[in-house]
């Protein structure tokens, strides 16, 4: 049967994609890259914001009308929260919860009475990865969160932390060297709750175990909240194989904001950390998300915010404007920011994004970085190839048409790209 594969939402959601995928074809089933082309087809959906469940809604509708022969599946934080409104959606033949994903593949296969076959049936080496045209790796090491932040709808449907143990870890990621992927990500709900169900482990020994045990060359972390960095933990960054590079969320520069979101690091605390980062790590490039409008932001706090953002020189700002989500804290809290100051926030918070993200491009120029080429397009007569410094700078690279880069390293001298948004490369 031929199966196809998609997710809307974080990289944890492209984890789980991946290891569908495997189980899928352990059992001697195809994935697919097109929809009209399945003969089931999984969504895993997402629900971190209302615009997030929308998308949901509409993406299971188009996957429907894209092939209504097909089996549809939907999974995911969505599906969980609203289980029954998605089950009762046209098209839907079974919506399986987040505290049974692990399970999805043998489920669709018991419930649809697909035919499996024994693993040697199967195609030796071959990844679903490249099979969806991808070049990095997204590896899923725990689910779940303890802790109860105000706005946060994800740990209402993603349960109570559950890590995945170290040598099933490890056991994917030489897997996934062996079938040539250069890189890594490190994803989770709470990636630095890793190990708090686990004897005698953490984030930290984890990591230090993936760098002795395996020679995958780069090594990423998905988002980390601040306070679960133990000391000495960019001291691991020695070794060049871990990216110098980490998306920390603040989500607010006022404290007393971060207070009412029940957030467990203070603004001076978030600062000495990437003190210590940038002193510690050379070219660290640290991004961050902001909620803008939270309930009760007064302009005084939004001014803090401003400035503590201006102030600490990000790479890049996920920007997210605040909406209620049912079953959280914050949905009941007074005085909610209007919608049109919301806006107004946003618009003042992206200009000030994309001026810190050019100041940090431009300090790249100049300097040379191993660039991992993930895409090509041809363009006027040349191979344009593009990928990740591993400061995680976007470059661009426009050479032969006979090149050939594709998920290879090299090299290269940067300089600043005034045509597009990121750096251009000259070898």
């Not at 195809?30 to 087809?41: E, F, G, H, W």
């Not at 170290?166 to 990636?191: F, P, S």
């Not at 029940?262 to 940038?278: D, G, P, V």
């Not at 009760?296 to 953002?309: D, H, N, P, R, S």
Request: glycine residues 6%; neutral net charge; charged residues 20%.
């Amino acid at each position: 049967m031929n199966v196809h594969l998609k997710a809307l939402g974080c990289r944890l959601n492209e984890a789980e994609l991946e290891q569908w995928s495997q189980s899928f074809r352990a059992s001697g089933h195809s994935i697919v890259a097109d929809t009209p082309d399945a003969d089931v087809v999984v969504l895993n959906t997402c629900a971190v914001t209302n615009e997030a469940s929308a998308k949901s809604r509409r993406l299971i509708n188009r996957l429907y009308r894209d092939n209504p022969a097909a089996r549809l599946v939907v999974s995911g934080c969505y599906a969980t929260l609203q289980t029954d409104e998605v089950a009762d959606t046209l098209g839907v033949d079974l919506v399986v919860p987040n505290s049974e994903k692990d399970q999805l593949p043998q489920q669709v296969i018991s419930q649809f009475n697909l035919p499996a076959m024994p693993k040697i049936a199967t195609e030796p080496g071959e990844s679903g990865l490249f099979l969806r045209g991808r070049h990095r790796a997204f590896i899923k090491i725990q689910d779940g969160c303890r802790y109860r932040c105000t706005f946060c709808i994800v740990t209402v449907a993603r349960g109570d932390e559950r890590s995945r143990s170290e040598a099933e870890i490890i056991t994917e990621i030489n897997r996934l060297h062996a079938q040539g992927v250069q890189e890594i990500v490190l994803t989770g709900v709470h990636v630095g709750g890793y190990g708090s169900d686990l004897p005698d482990s953490s984030l930290y020994v984890l990591v230090k175990r993936i760098l002795a045990e395996t020679d995958m060359p780069r090594i990423r972390f998905a988002s980390v909240e601040p306070w679960d960095l133990p000391e000495g933990f960019f001291a691991l960054f020695s070794n060049t194989r871990l990216m110098p590079h980490m998306h920390l969320p603040i989500q607010s520069g006022a404290d007393s904001v971060l207070r009412r979101m029940a957030r467990r690091c203070k603004t001076t605390e978030f600062s000495a950390l990437l003190a210590q980062a940038r002193r510690e790590v050379p070219g660290f490039n640290v991004t961050t998300d902001i909620i803008v409008g939270f309930p009760g932001e007064t302009e005084e706090e939004w001014a803090q915010t401003l400035a503590f953002v201006e102030q600490t020189g990000f790479g890049h700002i996920h920007i997210f404007n605040y909406s209620a989500r049912a079953g959280t804290k914050a949905a009941g809290l007074a005085n909610p920011v209007a919608e049109p100051v919301r806006k107004q926030r946003s618009q003042q918070l992206h200009q000030l994004g994309e001026q810190l993200k050019q100041d940090w491009l431009q300090q790249q120029a100049g300097t040379s970085a191993a660039v991992l080429w993930e895409r090509r397009k041809e363009v006027n007569g040349q191979a344009v190839y593009s990928g990740y410094t591993p400061n995680y700078c976007k470059v661009r690279y426009p050479t032969a048409l006979s090149a050939d880069l594709e998920n290879k390293v090299t090299t290269v001298s940067l300089s600043p790209d005034a045509q597009h948004d990121g750096l251009l490369c000259a070898q």
